[in-house]
């Protein structure tokens, strides 16, 4: 199973978190978000057992947002036409909770906003329909 990384977020520690994609057969749960090391360090797992990782960002509370574009998989997004996402939120102590339950399909992008709300492109490799979604933490 080949990976690629999809996104890249400098964490409160200064360090690189970078988001991965899966490839075939696409696992459910089987993608992580590394932690590297700012001054050239290895990469390490800081959180793992996500679908579809596309991107990622942190709070200023420094909790990490994990967005998968299909958390049942691409397998089940492709055949099925099951692109619901996720927005994951990972708190500084490990606790996570999902902030978008049936809310996003085929997510594409997250940030976090001066406001301090959360912002997600939804619906983002479909044409004519795309839509920005802001959440209200």
Known sequence: MDTVPTSVAIGPDGSYYVGQLTGFPFPVGGANVYR?????????????????????????????????????????????????????????????????EGELFAPGGVVIGPDGNVYVTNRSIFSGSGEVIRIVL
């Open 36 to 100: 590297v090391p700012a001054n050239g360090g290895l990469p390490e797992v800081y959180a793992e057992g996500f679908t579809a990782i596309i991107d990622v960002a942190f709070a200023p509370d420094g909790s990490l947002y994990v967005l998968e574009l299909a958390k049942n998989g691409l397998l089940d997004a492709f055949i099925l036409n099951d692109w619901t996402g996720a927005l994951i939120r990972v708190a500084p102590d490990g606790t996570r909770s999902e902030i978008t």
